[in-house]
């Protein structure tokens, strides 16, 4: 099974841990990047390192929180290799994953139910990458 890469700050801390469990129990493998507790912490800290191993392909593909996800995405973001998609209803992970092919799905964990982000994760984790035209823009987004 493929393997997640996790990552949040403080914020986002305790969303991350139950959707943790909730992909292990689906047989998934996870690695997580910190942070390891609600004690204040700075975003950038764990969005490089994550961004880095999904990169390098030592991840499939990630999962990240922070308190509105802007942070987190913003620093994933910067990484060339990392598509990373904020997403806080099911529909918009569903479209992350068939026109943009997310690598990453960023949740914002002050503003969504825990109900509501295991939804939008179920939903990216279904949804299959379309290509075709949507590959061509993609491969236009880099900075080279
Ligand atoms: C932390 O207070 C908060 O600023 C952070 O989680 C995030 O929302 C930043 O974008």
Not at 80 to 102: F, S, V, Y
Request: charged letters at 25%.
């Amino acid at each position: 099974m493929e393997k997640i890469a996790f990552a949040s700050d403080h914020a986002g801390y305790q969303l991350k841990k139950k959707l943790e469990e909730y992909v292990i129990a689906k047989g998934y493998e996870v690695e997580d990047f910190g942070t390891g507790s609600e004690d204040s912490c700075d975003y950038p800290d764990y969005a490089h390192p994550v961004a880095l191993a999904v990169e390098n392909g030592e991840c499939a593909f990630g999962i990240a929180m922070c308190g509105t996800g802007n942070g987190i995405q913003m620093t994933l973001n910067k990484h060339q290799g990392i598509r990373a998609a904020l997403c806080w209803e099911p529909a918009l992970a569903t479209l992350a994953k068939e026109h943009n092919n997310a690598n990453f799905l960023v949740l914002p964990a002050r503003f969504i139910t825990e109900d509501m982000a295991l939804k939008v994760v179920d939903a990216y984790l279904e949804a299959k990458f379309e290509g075709g035209r949507h590959q061509r823009r993609i491969d236009k987004i880099a900075v080279k």
